[in-house]
């Protein structure tokens, strides 16, 4: 439990720094907006590049990753699905409900978690490649799509599947994790006066973003519709929401965020990865524990970076967080710690 606590407690000490902060009026009144787009178009790709450069993609493809990526496709879809069907959004706002349930924190937390937990934190690297090459892309993909088809935009098919095609040379995130996967590929080396700098920057990426989500929570009226104005020069959709029954229908949807992201998907992946793939006992709490972590501020950083509502998002990454430890808690109990 001291672990879980230790890996934990930089988390809620930047987003309380950064409530205080946004409370205060320290930093100003577009500091979330400057910050998020900060974290978005800088701090993040840098971070990104360094991180892929220097792995191989190859990684990711093993057993216990086919377990991880089972329990992520399904409580992904599954969020999908739900924010459609029962809340009634639409196509950008169901890819953020979809992050909200299935993208989880693992550099932030995954990483002392894992090494507090399991001794090491390789696994975690390969689950970070998963969502950085297969998953980010596809959120992205679709938040570009739906927040590309508002008015003065275009809908016809061939504007949105141009945009669909042009997204990675205009979107930070997946150009910086394209570069990096060619350095890795050639085989690279960048000079030391390059690395280090991305490193550096990439450095700025959590603790910013975790300021910005605190500067998020004050309730200011501003954070009941789009956070700042849409990155991609989309408006909202039909069917972003239903304003007759706004309070419950958000809090419905973070429950069913939450719900989905603690406990469907580690127990998909522990069904997926024992009695299917009857995985070691060391790898399957690698497994779970990391299906089990919360949801990455990244939703939010998304959400607001597009121009929509961040509330599910950023309650989701709020609530999500604290039940883990929960959840977290009883999989190492229940699967045993590693040795």
């Given amino acids: 439990m001291h672990a879980l606590l230790s890996a934990f407690a930089p988390i809620w000490i930047l987003t309380a720094i950064g409530c205080a902060a946004g409370r205060s009026g320290l930093l100003g009144v577009q500091a979330e907006a400057v910050l998020g787009r900060f974290v978005f178009h800088v701090a993040m790709p840098a971070a990104l590049f360094a991180m892929v450069s220097g792995a191989r993609p190859a990684d990711f493809a093993n057993s216990s990753m086919v377990a991880f990526a089972a329990g992520t496709t399904l409580v992904c879809g599954l969020g999908f699905v739900a924010a459609g069907r029962f809340f009634g959004r639409g196509t950008a706002d169901r890819a953020i409900g979809s992050m909200a349930a299935g993208y989880v924190n693992s550099a932030n937390l995954g990483i002392p978690v894992a090494i507090q937990v399991l001794g090491d934190a390789s696994f975690v690297a390969q689950i970070i490649l998963f969502q950085v090459l297969l998953v980010s892309p596809l959120i992205l993909t679709l938040l570009d799509a739906g927040t590309g088809q508002g008015p003065g935009t275009g809908t016809r098919k061939g504007v949105v599947f141009r945009r669909m095609l042009t997204m990675p040379v205009r979107n930070p995130v997946i150009m910086a994790s394209l570069l990096g996967v060619v350095v890795s590929a050639l085989g690279l080396r960048l000079p030391h006066a390059l690395a280090h700098s991305c490193d550096l920057l990439g450095a700025a990426a959590v603790p910013t973003a975790l300021i910005t989500l605190g500067l998020s929570l004050n309730g200011r009226p501003a954070t009941d519709g789009p956070a700042t104005e849409p990155a991609k020069g989309g408006a909202r959709e039909e069917g972003a929401g239903r304003a007759g029954h706004a309070p419950r229908t958000r809090r419905a949807e ?86």
Avoid: E
């Fill in 254 to 339: 973070v429950v069913v965020a939450v719900a989905l992201k603690t406990l469907v998907q580690p127990l998909t992946a522990f069904v997926v990865g024992g009695p299917l793939l009857r995985l070691p006992d060391h790898q399957l709490l690698a497994v779970v524990l990391c299906s089990a972590l919360p949801t990455a501020q990244n939703a939010f950083i998304y959400a607001q970076q597009y121009g929509l509502d961040t509330r599910l998002a950023r309650n989701s990454v709020v609530a999500s967080t604290v039940v883990s430890m929960a959840t977290l808690s009883l999989a190492t109990w229940a699967l045993g710690s590693a040795p």
